[in-house]
T-cell receptor, first 113, second 117 residues
Framework: TQLLEQSPQFLSIQEGENLTVYCNSS?????LQWYRQEPGEGPVLLVT?????EVKKLKRLTFQFGDARKDSSLHITAAQPGDTGLYLC?????????????FGKGTKLSVKP | GAVVSQHPSWVICKSGTSVKIECRSL??????MFWYRQFPKQSLMLMAT?????????EQGVEKDKFLINHASLTLSTLTVTSAHPEDSSFYIC?????????????FGPGTRLTVL
């Protein structure tokens, strides 16, 4: 069974601070997605990484896929209150039904002004 | 971008009644859609895979007779919670992978909050 360990589970920081969220597994994933979810809403896709070692930037967010495609990280620079939300990583394995994603437990981020 | 809608966004029902939730892909066709359940402060748990024109595939521990899935067209999947009980209260979210894009990238609906009294 493929599992994604996401850490930390909770993170409360001040505006302007930097933070990193980690997603780790012993399994190899064909790709990995990062989502952000607001309360009462569905997850919104932030990025998909597919190549080992890949780094993608989305404004103040930097996403990295591990060389072995077993782990990923999300780094936020100079966090703002608008970054508050639940961040989910989700990995797509090999085989199985199309698009079957395995989700991490999520990181609830709170950025205080 | 891809848009997936859900209806209703929230529903309150009495115990023992059935509730139908619709999931639509608005600007693309989806031969496959996924249904997830999310309990408070928890991550998404895949319930079943909805396949257009064939039977749904259910995850282990999900009762197929209780959670009826119908994928009637390339843009619509429905989840019916039959004989709902309070423990079925949850946030139900559907998703669909968009053809032509990355196979593993899914677009999620806004979710349906079900409360069973």
């Amino acid at each position: 069974t493929q599992l994604l360990e996401q850490s930390p589970q909770f993170l409360s920081i001040q505006e302007g601070e930097n933070l990193t969220v980690y997603c780790n597994s012993s399994s190899v994933f064909s790709s990995l997605q990062w989502y952000r979810q607001e309360p009462g809403e569905g997850p919104v896709l932030l990025v998909t990484v597919v190549t080992g070692g890949e780094v993608k930037k989305l404004k103040r967010l930097t996403f990295q896929f591990g060389d072995a495609r077993k782990d990923s990280s999300l780094h936020i620079t100079a966090a703002q209150p608008g970054d508050t939300g639940l961040y989910l990583c989700a990995g797509a394995g090999y085989g199985g039904s199309q698009g079957n994603l395995i989700f991490g437990k999520g990181t609830k981020l709170s950025v205080k002004p | 971008g891809a848009v997936v809608s859900q209806h209703p966004s929230w529903v309150i029902c009495k115990s023992g009644t059935s509730v139908k939730i619709e999931c639509r892909s608005l600007d693309f066709q989806a031969t496959t859609m996924f249904w997830y359940r999310q309990f408070p402060k928890q991550s998404l748990m895949l319930m079943a895979t909805s396949n257009e024109g064939s039977k749904a595939t259910y995850e282990q521990g999900v009762e197929k007779d209780k959670f009826l899935i119908n994928h009637a067209s390339l843009t619509l999947s429905t989840l019916t919670v039959t004989s709902a009980h309070p423990e079925d209260s949850s946030f139900y979210i559907c998703s669909a992978p968009r053809a032509g894009g990355l196979r593993d990238t899914q677009y999620f609906g806004p979710g349906t909050r079900l409360t069973v009294l």
